[in-house]
């Protein structure tokens, strides 16, 4: 059993950043490979960035490639997503998740634990 528990979301300007934080309880966090999604209101969830178990491999949405960072410590038993030159259209609630394969992935089905989300506003 894994509990995620995000935090650092808030309101920015566009061309602002911010860093999520997404801390997980439980000895097994560093086999499992760790994602950021997104909703958006009125939207459908959709995957932001993955990172396998080791943070040898990460993936992106081409929405925020060259923009987001995602990193994780195993030490720590943190992930983050740090966000730069934010735009409106990245306001949304921001979801870590935990995948037990470990490879890390671009489908939500995958993913087995979640977060209860931190919500990011980017004003104009």
């Known amino acids: 059993q894994v509990q995620l528990v995000e935090s650092g979301g808030g309101l920015v300007q566009a061309g602002g950043s911010l860093r999520l934080s997404c801390a997980a309880s439980?000895?097994?966090?560093?086999?499992?490979?760790m994602g950021w999604f997104r909703q958006a209101p009125g939207k459908e969830r959709e995957f932001v960035a993955a990172?396998?178990?080791?943070?040898?491999?990460?993936i992106y949405a081409d929405s925020v490639k060259g923009r987001f960072t995602i990193s994780r410590d195993n030490a720590k038993n943190t992930v983050y997503l740090q966000m730069k030159s934010l735009k409106p259209e990245d306001t949304a609630v921001y979801y870590c998740?935990?995948?037990?394969?470990?490879?890390?992935?671009?489908?939500?089905?995958?993913?087995?634990?979640w977060g209860q989300g931190t919500e990011v506003t980017v004003s104009s």
């Open positions: 998740a935990a995948d037990p394969s470990g490879y890390g992935s671009n489908s939500w089905s995958l993913y087995s634990y």
């Open positions: 990172i396998s178990w080791s943070g040898g491999s990460t």
């Open positions: 439980g000895r097994t966090f560093s086999s499992y490979a």
